[in-house]
């Protein structure tokens, strides 16, 4: 944090009132000279910004640029290289010590590039997953970033979302506020408004407070900020919330591995090398430095790193996708993915309701309605309802806000002439229960002019309907014909309408207490309200692509079994192929899966393909059982309820417009566009960057490999030792560097979303890799020592500058080779990747400088080669690129590497 917020932050510290929740509702907002109407002006949050500071925690100290360049030179291979260099220095090797210095320089310059870039990507993520918070400002509501909010801001509390800074409450309905991340009690606390007295009052005993960080459970509310940033509770325990996060996904983790067992092999092949050489009578000075130099380049202590940046890059371009990544290893881990189990609303569809039919006096009514029928009782009690009940608003702009089913019923409503506003102008909302998944309803209370309450529910027509005693027919109220009213719902859910009934009751008078088990009966039903969801229109062909890329979809939906039916065929997740089990075939309700046991669930659950009216507990269950059948699931949520299915799924997708805070935090991964077809994006760049980090470890792999046979087995053959330490130095760093980086930006591979998802616990070498190391290296190997041979037993005097430029010439081979798995170069194009085509040009031109220029031969220990030799190395160089081509037209052929 900056001085200035610092100061800021002091100067809130110390301001002279802290127990605001000894102070009534009218001295908080004298205090703070706020309005719970008009909120602030502009000018006045300008004000308190500057005098205040942002409402944001100071964060640990993040790494300097300059210690995360230092940082390069404490790595245990360079510290052994800067020792050599030293020896060689202290023996009269001016040479080799500038050489190695300047080597270990372009080495730490490179890292610190790919670090720099890995977090630049890494805080660029984390600006765009800054929390929003609802405010009124000059007379208007907005939604603004969390940290602008001043204290005198007026904030609005909606169930999910997160407390966004510590308020006083000022106006509460069923408001509880999940408080353990401060007072460690895991029960939501019941809010109200009234005075506490007594500044010592415990945290978790301030019913009228709210406090940053804490979460929203059910409910809604207002209340005025009154402390923000460091100042807020939970910004005065930060140093105790923060903790060090394990930030290094699993493959880097078991790259970081085998990295250790190869190091303690090539440490031990390096021994018996020097060994060998004092043994043929090798001057020691210089085979200590060659088998130093072979340990710095065989072990590949950069693999980490470069996953890094791989992943890190990856999730940047997933943002472009529209899909940001929250955690880090789910990149590596979406191409596993094996079920996608999505909610419809929003997802799948386009969360924009429309209502089309009406079923109301016995008959069903097609939209829109005639205005005959407006001028009936139970039409005009109807549409009344629709208008009441219901949270939706205008914007500033004229644009419908709220929830998509609200914001439907409130524009039904207005169309035939029964606008909300002027309606609540009559009738007021008194009170209301809001609406719960367990209950299935929602009810408004208003006051009738009359003295009386006149009380409106909506909800899931089954759940409605066994509150109901009676019901409206031909404009007259009588006993209800229960099983008659749901067979005109489901008919009306055939269709792929989504179905809500509308009820009313009247009450003499205002209850003291709202209690939905005590309001929510003895309802008389006025009729139902049908609704559609048209679907996205990309998300048929991102389905597809998923069947084609052997990945379940899985629709999870509140609707009725029918519609849910009737949607997931016009998608096309239920077809004629689909297995069908049961009498409700790949359907199964969340009626029927709570009389379900979890093993005789497990037996059901791979051929389930649509899940209706099931509630956000049962999504646990259902990703339990897809996960104990070894499947690897991805599961969408946005609500409170969603958040411990999405923590249990392999990759939890949470909504960024419609989902919650909660849910948000749960998730691995945020849709910003709440869009199914980005969930399949996001799978086919998961396996992009998946299937390049195993390239880089096949290309880097082979190569040094080829690089210890080469020194190894010389002797063995009666050849003198292959190339200097400069050598393996050079090729290492050249090789390793541009073109194993440039690997990250390779295109997908031909039909990625047409072959079957990786298994999570797969090794990285599993399909060949391993053996493609071997066998490359010790052809690359195999080159280089016959070139060797040749120009030794001929008295070529420049044999080493030979070995050195071949080894160096046929990894660029290697790399052009290895950018597919099984396609072909020549089909891929030499110029579809051009950051790898130009860096094996760049590559080819460093190692032609230290051939032909001078000043680098005697640093490089290198010699001019003549045309022949040249030649011969530049033809010998490409037998690497042919075998590793026959090696993919075998594959192809499934011939290896089945």
């Not at 940033?229 to 996904?249: C, F, H, P, Y």
Request: net charge neutral; glycine share 6%.
């Amino acid at each position: 944090m900056s001085q200035n917020n610092q100061q800021a932050h002091s100067e809130n510290a110390n301001s002279k009132v802290t127990d605001w929740h000894t102070l009534s509702k009218e001295s908080v907002i004298d205090e703070l000279k706020t309005n719970t109407a008009h909120g602030l002006t502009v000018n006045e949050v300008n004000e308190r910004l500057h005098k205040f500071g942002t409402n944001s925690l100071v964060e640990g100290k993040r790494r300097s640029i300059f210690r995360m360049l230092i940082e390069q030179f404490t790595d245990f291979m360079v510290l052994i290289l800067i020792g050599a260099a030293l020896i060689a220095g202290a023996f009269g090797e001016v040479e080799d010590t500038l050489a190695i210095a300047i080597i270990v320089a372009l080495n730490a310059i490179l890292g610190f590039i790919q670090e720099y870039r890995a977090e630049r990507a890494m805080l660029a993520l984390k600006d765009l997953a800054t929390p929003i918070a609802k405010v009124v400002r000059s007379g208007k509501i907005t939604n603004i970033p969390a940290q602008e909010l001043v204290p005198g801001d007026v904030a609005f509390l909606e169930a999910g979302n997160l407390v966004p800074a510590d308020l006083r409450l000022v106006e509460t309905v069923q408001l509880r506020i999940e408080e353990a991340a401060l007072t460690g009690e895991s029960q939501p606390t019941e809010k109200n408004t009234d005075v506490k007295a007594g500044p010592s009052i415990p945290i978790g005993d301030r019913h009228n407070m709210a406090y940053k960080g804490t979460l929203i459970s059910y409910g809604r509310g207002i209340g005025i900020v009154i402390a923000t940033g460091m100042n807020t509770e939970l910004g005065r325990i930060a140093t105790l919330l923060q903790s060090e996060v394990d930030s290094k996904t699993p493959l880097q983790k078991r790259l970081m591995r085998f990295g250790q067992r190869l190091a303690i092999a090539v440490i031990a092949l390096c021994s018996v090398i020097f060994i060998v050489g004092i043994l043929r009578g090798e001057k020691p000075l210089l085979m200590f430095m060659t088998a130093l130099s072979l340990a710095v380049a065989a072990i590949p202590e950069a693999l980490p790193a470069v996953v890094t940046v791989s992943l890190a890059l990856g999730a940047k371009r997933m943002v472009k996708q529209k899909a940001l990544i929250r955690r880090l290893p789910a990149v590596e881990t979406l191409g596993s993915v094996t079920f996608i189990c999505s909610d419809k609303t929003g997802t799948l569809t386009q969360n924009r309701m429309q209502v089309t039919a009406y079923q109301v006096n016995g008959n069903l009514v097609r939209s829109p309605i005639s205005s005959t029928m407006t001028n009936q009782k139970a039409t005009t009690l109807l549409f009344k309802a629709m208008a009441l009940n219901n949270d939706a608003s205008l914007g500033e702009d004229g644009s419908l806000q709220g929830d998509p089913t609200e914001t439907a019923l409130f524009d039904a409503a207005q169309r035939a002439g029964f606008a909300k506003i002027e309606i609540e102008k009559q009738i007021p909302r008194a009170s209301e229960i809001p609406f719960s998944s367990e209950r299935g309803m929602m009810s408004t209370l208003h006051e009738n002019g009359n003295s009386e309450i006149l009380m409106f529910t909506k909800g899931a027509p089954e759940r409605v309907l066994s509150q109901c005693t009676h019901e409206w027919r031909n404009e007259e109220i009588m006993s209800i014909d229960s099983q008659g009213a749901l067979t005109k719902a489901e008919a009306m859910a055939k269709e792929g309408l989504r179905v809500l009934a509308i009820a009313h009751k009247t009450l003499k008078t205002l209850p003291s207490e709202i209690k939905s088990e005590e309001l929510e009966c003895d309802l008389t039903l006025i009729g139902f309200v049908g609704m559609i969801d048209p679907p996205r229109p990309e998300v048929k062909q991102a389905i597809e692509l998923c069947q084609s890329a052997s990945m379940h979809v899985v629709m999870i939906t509140g609707d009725h079994h029918d519609t849910a039916l009737a949607i997931a065929r016009e998608l096309g997740i239920v077809t004629n192929s689909t297995p069908n089990q049961g009498r409700h075939g790949p359907v199964l309700t969340g009626e029927e899966l709570a009389k379900l046991t979890l093993e005789e669930f497990k037996n059901r659950v791979l051929d389930i393909r649509v899940y209706a009216r099931v509630s956000p507990e049962q999504k646990i269950k259902i990703v339990k059982a897809l996960q104990d059948k070894g499947e690897f699931v991805a599961m969408t949520g946005d609500g409170v309820n969603d958040a411990p299915a999405l923590k249990r799924a392999n990759i939890g997708i949470a909504m960024g417009k419609q989902g919650t805070d909660v849910a948000r935090e749960a998730a691995h991964m945020v849709l910003l566009d709440d869009n199914f077809a980005t969930i399949v994006s996001a799978v086919r760049e998961g396996r992009r960057i998946f299937d390049n980090i195993r390239k880089f470890v096949k290309f880097v792999l082979a190569g040094n490999t080829a690089e210890i046979l080469t020194l190894f087995l010389a002797p063995f053959l009666g050849l003198p030792m292959p190339f200097l330490p400069i050598h393996i130095l050079w090729i290492n760093l050249v090789t390793d560097g541009l073109p194993g980086l440039a690997l990250a930006a390779e295109p997908e591979e031909f039909g990625i979303m047409k072959r079957p998802p990786r298994p999570p616990n797969e090794s990285i070498f599993a399909h060949g890799l391993w053996q493609h190391a071997v066998w490359a290296g010790l052809l690359m190997a195999t080159m280089s020592l016959s070139v060797q041979a040749w120009a030794y037993h001929t008295d070529s005097a420049h044999w080493q500058s030979m070995v050195f430029t071949v080894l160096t010439i046929c990894q660029m081979f290697h790399v052009l080779a290895v950018r597919s798995e099984t396609e072909s170069l020549f089909k891929q194009g030499l110029f579809s990747n051009l950051p790898l085509l130009g860096s094996v040009l760049i590559t080819f031109a460093l190692q032609m400088a230290t051939l032909y220029i001078p000043s680098l031969n005697s640093i490089f220990k290198t010699e001019p080669l003549t045309i022949n030799e040249l030649l011969i190395c530049l033809g010998i160089s490409p037998i690497i690129f042919l075998a590793v081509e026959l090696e993919k037209w075998l594959i192809r052929r499934n011939l290896i590497y089945h």
